[in-house]
């Protein structure tokens, strides 16, 4: 058994070798020192309620119009004018215009459906309209381009499909 009074030394731990004493406390004093650079660097700092932000105004301080300008030599008093209470009226009813919904940024893509029904419509395209893009919908979007003198690449991109696109609600010709 060790007895700690006998084996202590300076720097030295009993039960923990001297590399492991030093590696620990290099680990601690990393800690602190990244604790208290959080701490120093305001990451430790609350930040204000929102009721404390914001001055409570009234009727009467919404109708004080104040302007500040100062010019570089001098500095001048903000002009504070008052404007008559009969001239702020309260409207009842709302004036905003109901809102639509937004179109989807980008070009168009049309569903793999949407583009075998154009193609079959076209005459284009034999298989089935099942939604799979495979290599039967590539060949007839490649035929389908060159017949339009498109570049035959095998996708569906905005110019492809402008020219495809009025082939999804007719039928073959």
């Not at 030093?22 to 604790?35: D, G, N, Q, T």
């Not at 215009?97 to 070009?107: F, I, V, Y």
């Not at 799979?132 to 570049?151: D, Y």
Request: hydrophobic content about 35%; overall charge positive.
């Amino acid at each position: 058994m060790i007895t700690p009074g006998l084996t202590e030394k300076a720097g030295v731990h009993p039960y923990v070798k001297g590399g492991e004493l030093r590696e620990m406390r290099k680990y601690c004093l990393i800690a602190l020192v990244l604790a208290l650079s959080f701490y120093f660097l305001g990451c430790g700092k609350k930040q204000q309620p929102l009721e404390e932000m914001q001055a409570p105004m009234s009727i009467e301080s919404l109708g004080t119009v104040s302007t500040e300008v100062k010019p570089m030599a001098a500095e001048v008093k903000p002009i504070e004018t008052k404007m008559p209470a009969a001239s702020v009226q309260a409207t009842t009813t709302p004036t905003t215009p109901a809102l639509e919904a937004l179109p989807p940024s980008g070009p168009y893509k049309p569903s793999t459906e949407e583009i075998q029904t154009a193609l079959k419509n076209a005459g284009f395209y034999t298989g089935a309209v099942d939604g799979k893009k495979g290599p039967m919908t590539k060949k007839a979007i490649e035929e389908f381009q060159k017949a339009h003198n498109l570049t035959a690449d095998g996708k569906v991109g905005p110019v492809t499909w402008a020219a495809l696109e009025q082939y999804l609600k007719t039928q073959k010709r």
